[in-house]
């Protein structure tokens, strides 16, 4: 009898190991967002990410390592005179670095701007993240370093 008692309790172990799922309430209202990723040419350009919430903010947390210091505008008086502004008072508005930025404009809406990239060959990516409790998605800015038709050995084409 101490034995099956025992083996009972190693097959349920067993079976609790082979089940993957998530806890119930990790994430119970997933963000969906219309890009996982944006792929820019060396010219730069913009374009929208759209959530299909509002209650999200943008997440500072994954802009760590990168070589440069990005600012951060949070919910200010100033800024919200003339921007769109989430009601939690420390929520970050928008991302600033060096050669893009990210602008929440509606409660769906963020704007990314990728400026010209003039360092050369070197391609250019960044992990953009959204926190919101438990769940946090995010997409990834990519900027190609040169126009493939342009650098073409012999000029050929």
């Not at 009972?8 to 172990?13: A, D, G, P, R, T």
């Not at 967002?33 to 509002?54: H, I, K, Q, W, Y």
């Not at 947390?61 to 009601?87: A, F, Q, V």
């Not at 600033?96 to 050369?120: A, P, Q, Y």
Request: with cysteine; hydrophobic share 30%; proline share 4%.
């Amino acid at each position: 009898m101490k034995y099956l008692s025992l083996f009972l309790c190693l097959l349920s172990c067993i079976s609790c190991h082979t089940e993957h799922s998530a806890p119930e309430g990790d994430c119970p209202y997933p963000i969906t967002l219309s890009e996982d990723e944006l792929l820019f040419s060396p010219e730069g350009g913009s374009s929208n990410v759209v959530a299909n919430r509002t209650s999200w903010q943008l997440s500072s947390s994954y802009l760590h390592g990168i070589d440069e210091e990005c600012e951060y505008t949070r919910r200010t008086s100033d800024y919200c005179k003339y921007n769109y502004c989430e009601e939690n008072s420390s929520a970050i508005m928008k991302i600033e670095c060096s050669w893009f930025s990210v602008t929440r404009i509606d409660g769906h809406t963020l704007l990314v701007l990728v400026d010209k990239n003039e360092i050369g060959s070197a391609e250019r990516e960044q992990f953009i993240g959204l926190w919101a409790g438990n769940c946090g998605p995010g997409f990834r800015i990519k900027q190609s370093s040169e126009d493939p038709i342009h650098t073409q050995v012999g000029g050929m084409q």
